[in-house]
């Protein structure tokens, strides 16, 4: 069965950083292509980062330069780095795993909580 | 950046309708279009991938068409768990959602 479990989200403020990860288990991070996905409150769904297309990073053009994904083969961990954080940034984050179909989102955690405010 | 317009933003439906969501992209995206759903606090759910195929596990009564630009996803009789949001996402270049629409109880 596959898990991914987020964790890391809290209270920060703004311009401050956090580091977000994702701990797979079922499946291993390093032959899967994954993902962060964001939705702030009563908002829908914005795909803030993924590995897109071979390995290149894709990141969405409002976070790029302050957040970072990156992985730990050997904790099977992915993680979302972010910093110069700003009160949009206010959402919960949700990591996923990209299918190898149509680039699908297949498998979700359960998501994360960022609350940027001063 | 190809946009995604789903419609309608909400529809009001009855248990047993059918019911249909559409989306469209502004430019071709062959078959990259996914389908997911999202209930209140709870992450979303991968309904339909690649358009037209059902992820494992979902009830036949959820179906996706399309191709190109246009595309939808059809409950063929809506049960009480299926009121929920619904989003398209094409993936065929930078992944964009569609904005989502709200299934409600009539």
């Known amino acids: 069965e596959v898990k991914l479990v987020e964790s890391g989200g809290g209270l920060v403020q703004p311009g401050g950083s956090l580091r977000l990860s994702c701990v797979a288990s079922?499946?291993?991070?390093?032959?899967?292509?994954m993902s962060w996905v964001r939705q702030a409150p009563g908002k829908g769904l914005e795909c803030v980062s993924v590995?897109?297309?071979?390995?290149?990073?894709y990141y969405a053009d409002s976070v790029k330069g302050r957040f970072t994904l990156s992985r730990d083969n050997s904790k099977n961990t992915v993680y979302l780095q972010m910093n110069s954080l700003r009160a949009e940034d206010t959402a919960v984050y949700y990591c996923?795993?990209?299918?190898?179909?149509?680039?699908?989102?297949?498998?979700w955690g359960q998501g994360t909580l960022v609350t940027v405010s001063s | 950046d190809i946009q995604m317009t789903q419609s309608p933003s909400s529809l009001a439906a009855s248990v047993g309708d059918r019911v249909t969501i559409t989306c469209r992209a502004s430019?071709?995206?062959?078959?990259?279009l996914n389908w997911y759903q999202q209930k209140p606090g709870r992450a979303p759910k991968l309904l339909i991938y690649?358009?037209?195929s059902l992820q494992t596990g979902v009830p036949s009564r959820f179906s996706g068409s399309g191709s190109g630009t246009d595309f939808t996803l059809t409950i063929s009789s809506l049960q009480p768990e299926d009121f929920a949001l619904y989003y398209c996402?094409?993936?065929?270049?930078?992944?964009?959602f569609g904005q989502g629409t709200k299934l409600e109880s009539k």
């Open positions: 590995v897109y297309r071979g390995d290149g990073t």
């Open positions: 079922g499946l291993t991070v390093s032959s899967n292509y």
């Open positions: 690649a358009a037209s």
């Open positions: 996923a795993r990209v299918g190898s179909e149509s680039y699908e989102l297949d498998y």
């Open positions: 430019q071709s995206i062959s078959r990259y």
């Open positions: 996402q094409q993936t065929y270049s930078i992944p964009r």
